[in-house]
């Protein structure tokens, strides 16, 4: 957004200061969604180590998956950074087209793999028997969302690469407090909690495990859809448009890809 967006091209600030003004959003950003899979966790983990060990086993697998596409939104995100850079903004915007045609193709595509994944991938990382079916479960749920979750490495790195790199964070502390909640009301049963002295009653769907999995999907489908509607937002630098964007999505432009 305009306003939130750093001038690449200012000669009036430092080169350190505009990289630091980058780069720390970004940082946080990262941080963000790298705690996802923590809070779930550790939520989760309330409610026994067997609980536990249904979420942490299949963490590896998840961040392979994550980091595929955040390499796809690199790429982007780099190709964007240097039209903006040469003032090449019609270039930017076929750029951004390609990369949300493969936000949908690779959103599509990982979620189809998960779920073939799915059953056999927590007994050969190593869970057990009784475990294996939760975790199957996790996997399942969450992987319904990627095509958010695309949409949330896309988007974000299209817009860090045009300066805006307030807009993705601000989004990702939004999500991770939605998974926050989403985990409180999802993961534990309806229950008793005192708060300053006083006992409230807290309704709550006792989902355990798949309850942090639904969460979880849920953060990812609030800041993928956020984070696609700051992209063509009117006060974006890119000023992308639905219609033009959308007409002929699915024509690669191989230089592009």
């Not at 796809?72 to 780099?78: I, K, Q, R």
């Not at 990369?99 to 057990?128: C, D, R, S, W, Y």
């Not at 006060?235 to 219609?243: A, C, G, T, W």
């Amino acid at each position: 957004m305009a306003n939130r967006t750093v001038d690449l091209l200012d000669q009036s600030r430092s080169p350190s200061r505009t990289i630091v003004l980058l780069a720390m959003p970004a940082i946080i950003e990262q941080l963000l969604q790298t705690m996802v899979n923590y809070v779930d966790t550790a939520m989760v983990g309330s409610m026994g180590k067997e609980a536990t060990a249904a979420v942490a086993v299949t963490t590896s697998l998840n961040w392979l998956v994550n980091g595929l596409m955040n390499a796809a939104g690199l790429g982007f995100s780099v190709q964007v950074a240097r039209c903006v850079g040469s003032d090449s903004m019609r270039q930017a915007r076929r750029v951004v087209k390609q990369a949300i045609m493969v936000m949908l193709v690779g959103g599509v595509f990982f979620t189809l793999l998960m779920q073939l994944l799915a059953g056999p991938a927590p007994a050969l990382l190593g869970a057990a028997s009784h475990i294996a079916p939760h975790s199957t479960n996790y996997l399942r749920i969450i992987s319904s969302a990627y095509i958010f979750n695309m949409s949330l490495v896309i988007c974000g790195g299209i817009l860090r690469g045009a300066g805006d790199t307030k807009t993705p964070m601000l989004i990702n502390i939004l999500a991770n407090l939605a998974n926050i909640a989403g985990n409180f009301f999802l993961i534990f049963p309806t229950r008793n909690i005192e708060v300053f002295g006083r006992t409230i009653r807290v309704w709550g769907a006792g989902w355990g495990v798949e309850g942090a999995a639904a969460a979880t999907a849920f953060a990812g489908i609030l800041s993928g859809l956020l984070l696609l509607a700051a992209l063509f937002s009117k006060k974006s630098i890119l000023e992308m448009r639905v219609k033009s964007t959308f007409h002929k999505l699915f024509t690669p432009d191989w230089p592009i890809l």
